[in-house]
């Protein structure tokens, strides 16, 4: 697979928290890839371009009891910085990161010289005009993109909110109706044709670590959660081991259990956060995580056997589980090892309404669900067996991800 593949179902999944940012991301980075091309930077600039557009606001999710709101169209410049240090941990998107850190910086400066400097700094600006240009497009469908009232809103910042420069290169694509081409597409089109030379094939380690990277998103936005995919991953890995599972399987086991909860993105904050039981809506909308995951996923060329094993995560064998109340062998061995390995971190971590349960209790809770068929009676007589081991395992595995997040939120400290 390729990597705008990859980024493409992140940005998608970030694109589902509220109707009033649906497609923001995937239509900032279109918008910033052809204003890109339209003021002749090298391709390599114009996919950077393009991927800080598509990521550019992944900061105002994580710790987001530390931001008032999803920043969209304020001055906040917390969350550029979060994203820049999110993305940091990918050393190939260092280039983009320092796009995303740099998309809320005015231009303000008349007086320098109408002409392209490179740094981030001069680029995350075309970025800023890329999401405020974004933000005034039509939100709902059937209404028509008004150009006038676009340009005269941007015009009004030129030389002060963005380089007179890249106003220049907005009005001449307005000119060939490229905002309506934007604003009527859908997501999946919207995948700019990035060539190829710039959008590197991806190995199995690339995707890896790039689920990795999307796990903090999903996992930073409140305490309780920030180890939970990194704890869910090694449970998996060390009964994938167990089971001498291999080859593609476990692999698309790796990777699905660092993305499990992909679809939470979409998933608002008062939900994710509140501090006790939900009700019968929230629970509704709690539960759509695991189909917005699939459908984020099954839209990347290469993914569809780790988008199946997200859309099973909450199945279980006897029927009870969501989101299609699947039942017995239409659940592979992955969906099991990964659905037994959700409930055994998610039963070991801290809630706000609870503290993590002791493991002869987690484990005694593991066999009733065996017992009625919800979960596999083989994986959890596994889990059972290595009961010490897999804490262990876990254990550790939190640990390190707790020093990651505790490091990551503690450089943003004032
Ligand atoms: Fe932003
Ligand atoms: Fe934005
Ligand atoms: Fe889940």
């Avoid at 998610?346 to 593991?366: F, T």
Wanted: hydrophobic residues 40%; contains cysteine; proline residues 4%.
């Amino acid at each position: 697979m390729r990597l705008f593949d990859m980024v493409g179902c992140l940005s998608s999944a970030m694109d589902l928290v509220s109707p009033e940012v649906a497609g923001h991301h995937i239509r900032v980075g279109a918008v910033a890839f052809k204003l890109g091309e339209t003021v002749g930077l090298p391709g390599q600039r114009c996919a950077d371009l393009a991927l800080a557009g598509m990521l550019h606001d992944m900061g105002a999710f994580a710790l987001k009891d530390r931001l008032s709101t999803l920043a969209f169209e304020s001055d906040d410049q917390t969350h550029p910085e979060i994203g820049y240090r999110l993305l940091l941990s990918y050393p190939e998107f260092a280039s983009a990161a320092g796009l995303v850190r740099s998309h809320h910086a005015a231009w303000n400066n008349d007086s320098r010289p109408k002409t392209v400097f490179l740094p981030d700094l001069e680029l995350g600006n075309l970025l800023c005009l890329a999401d405020r240009v974004e933000t005034l497009l039509p939100r709902s469908p059937g209404e028509s993109v008004d150009r006038d009232f676009i340009l005269a809103r941007i015009r009004s910042g030129t030389g002060r909110m963005f380089n007179p420069w890249w106003v220049d290169a907005l009005e001449e694509l307005v000119d060939t109706g490229f905002l309506e081409q934007v604003s009527e597409s859908d997501a999946i089109d919207l995948r700019m044709t990035i060539p190829d030379e710039n959008n590197p094939l991806l190995g199995g380690k690339d995707v890896s670590r790039l689920a990795r990277l999307f796990s903090q998103v999903i996992d930073f936005r409140c305490r309780f959660t920030a180890t939970h995919s990194r704890g869910v991953s090694a449970t998996s890995m060390a009964i994938a081991h167990e089971l001498r599972m291999s080859g593609d399987n476990r692999d698309a086991l790796e990777v699905a259990s660092e993305l499990h909860d992909l679809g939470k993105l979409g998933v608002p904050n008062e939900i994710i956060m509140k501090p006790a039981a939900l009700d019968e809506k929230e629970t509704a909308t709690m539960q759509r995580h695991a189909e917005h995951g699939y459908n984020a996923l099954s839209a990347a060329p290469g993914l569809e056997e780790v988008a199946e094993l997200v859309g099973q995560h909450h199945e279980r064998l006897d029927g009870t589980g969501y989101p299609h109340g699947l039942k017995g062998a239409r659940i592979g061995l992955a969906s099991r090892v990964l659905a037994v390995s959700d409930v055994f971190t998610a039963m070991g971590e801290d809630r706000p309404y609870r503290a993590g349960i002791e493991l002869h209790k987690i484990v005694e809770s593991l066999q009733e669900l065996a017992d009625r068929k919800a979960l596999d009676p083989d994986v959890v007589s596994t889990v059972s067996a290595r009961r010490h081991d897999l804490d262990g395992i876990r254990r550790h595995a939190q640990a390190q991800a707790l020093k990651d997040f505790d490091h990551f939120s503690g450089t943003l400290a004032p």
